[in-house]
């Protein structure tokens, strides 16, 4: 990782623990998984109304739980449009370019970096021992594409320009999902049952 790598994603940590999880955020963020978010540090990223699209979460959650995934998506909207991408069977590109495109290849593996660099300094910051999840970033970084949900909630906390993957999957889900267009509460569960609706009536 080069040094500018580095101090963006140690300023990134240092700034989302400053900036903390009030009760609020944390309650919404309970509503959009149905779970409490255990060691959540901060919201990550926001829709432009404010919701919590992306949460931010301590490399060992309380009781010593190692967690790898410390860029997690949870806006209702996105994680649906994301799911409909995989469901689309779109999962082997990407893997494809990571794999055989230099270009994408090497900014897959920086991508791999700058996540185990932001965990790191999220562990460090916290006192958390990371010893557990050594290596191990997520969404099958630094080789392979396994999760794009994960790809895109680095994208969505880190912005554009980290993660590849993930910036290509937010420009396709665009119509569906942009953190620029508040969609918020018009689930895409809606979109999706009525296009299955539609399809049945056609058929
Ligand atoms: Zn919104």
Redesign the pocket.
């Known amino acids: 990782m080069t040094p500018t790598d580095t101090a963006f994603v140690t300023d990134l940590a240092a700034r989302l623990i400053a900036e903390g999880a009030d009760d609020g955020d944390i309650a919404t963020v309970q509503s959009q998984l149905g779970r409490y978010p255990r060691g959540m540090v901060a919201v990550g990223a926001r829709?432009?109304?404010?919701?919590p699209l992306a949460v931010v979460t301590r490399p060992m959650l309380p009781g010593g739980i190692p967690f790898p995934t410390s860029c997690y998506l949870t806006g209702p909207e996105v994680v649906k449009a994301v799911s409909h991408v995989e469901a689309e069977g779109h999962m082997p590109e990407y893997t494809d370019l990571v794999e055989h495109d230099a270009d994408a290849k090497a900014a897959y593996e920086r991508a791999h970096e700058m996540y185990l660099g932001f965990r790191h300094a999220l562990a460090t910051a916290l006192g958390d021992d990371e010893s557990h999840i050594e290596g191990i970033s997520a969404g099958g970084m630094p080789v392979r594409v396994k999760c794009l949900h994960a790809l895109v909630a680095q994208s969505l906390v880190m912005g554009p320009g980290v993660n590849l993957v993930g910036d290509m999957v937010l420009e396709r889900i665009r119509h569906e999902f942009d953190p620029a267009v508040?969609?918020?509460?018009r689930t895409a569960d809606d979109g999706a049952a009525t296009d299955e609706n539609r399809e049945g009536k056609t058929r």
């Open positions: 829709c432009v109304c404010g919701n508040c969609r918020c509460g």
